[in-house]
């Protein structure tokens, strides 16, 4: 599972361990032609980033240190189950890859440590969003962007009415069928016949271990999450749902008639609305806290304010990304990190982004309607 939270980032930000420190980017095609080019992409990408190890490192620590990106390199099928956006980061011992739900710069850097503000846009909500569909029969949970939504494999969730139904001894049509939560466990009986009220018992209680299950799925997750499913089981869904980002507009349709399209193009709407409202309502908060000393639009300041943690929200220029324009947009920005003057800028934004977050702050990375001539600007709290 690819889901990546305010948690994952921070600790990727802040690794100390010790040891050389790969930070790889590229966007992804979902599907069609340009799967192949995406591959490529990202053999150059890597074949670039080992010249730069070599002049530092031997050979075989370096093919150790970049096996995990040459194995997906060579993995056809992979690269047929990309998202958006791909992030790999590696040091020696070590590699964790994401397929992202947004679209990411052409980015390498070596250092020691990671790079992480290409990820911020998805803690700030912004075109990201999550989708779960609530139905007796199937409940499936989606990552999702403007564009596509990609089903999310829930291994310890249970995700139809029958994985946790019992049914009392004696009724007809009894099966004993294993229950398969997930979890393992002993069989349980179910069938047909059962009264109108256990039914309701039933349907509560499975939305309810739902619920739980996703507690730990959704865990530092902030990203808007839209309800699809008929009335009534969005209904019974939203009495037990622990997740406090779900939109209080919903879809009323059953989702098991709909396709992966047709649910992104039913829940799309309602995430932009929303993402709308939050934008407009942030570029307010900052107009109007314009002369009082409580926003800042200068790196160096924000930067040492973000320190301190004393940074309430930090607004970073994307698409292009700081490391893109470096770099015209054209070939993929690759940086040793603290030794590369042209990047020197994008290393300061990314290390503030880390700090706000540490600190408890949020990071959006696409008001551009606020980051006018610069990279950065900032709500401080105090």
Known sequence: MDLINRTDVQALATSEAE???VSLFIPTHRFGD???????EWKNLVGEVEAILLEDMRRTEVEALLAPARELQNDAMAWQYMADGLAMFLRPGWHQTYRIPASLPKLATVGDHFVTGPLMRLLSGDEHFLLLAVS???VRLMDGSRHTVRQIELDDVPTA???VLEIPEGRPNQIARPMST???GRAVFYGHGAGEDTKDSDLRKFFRDVADGLVDVLHDQTAPLVLVGLEQNVSAYRQVDKYGHTLDRAVHRNPDD???????????PIVEERLREDRQQLIERFQQLH???????????ISQVAEQGRVDTLFMKSDPWCWERVTDGGEAAVARLGKDERFVVCEQVDKAAADTLAYGGQVHATSRDIVADGEVAAILRF
């Open 19 to 21: 040891g050389t420190h």
């Open 258 to 268: 709909l396709s992966v399209e047709q649910l992104h193009d039913l829940a799309w």
């Open 291 to 301: 002369g009082t000393g409580q926003v800042s639009s200068d790196l160096a300041a």
């Open 182 to 184: 997930g979890r393992g």
């Open 34 to 40: 340009g799967v192949q080019a995406d591959q490529l």
């Open 161 to 163: 009415l029958e994985d």
């Open 136 to 138: 007796q029969s199937q």
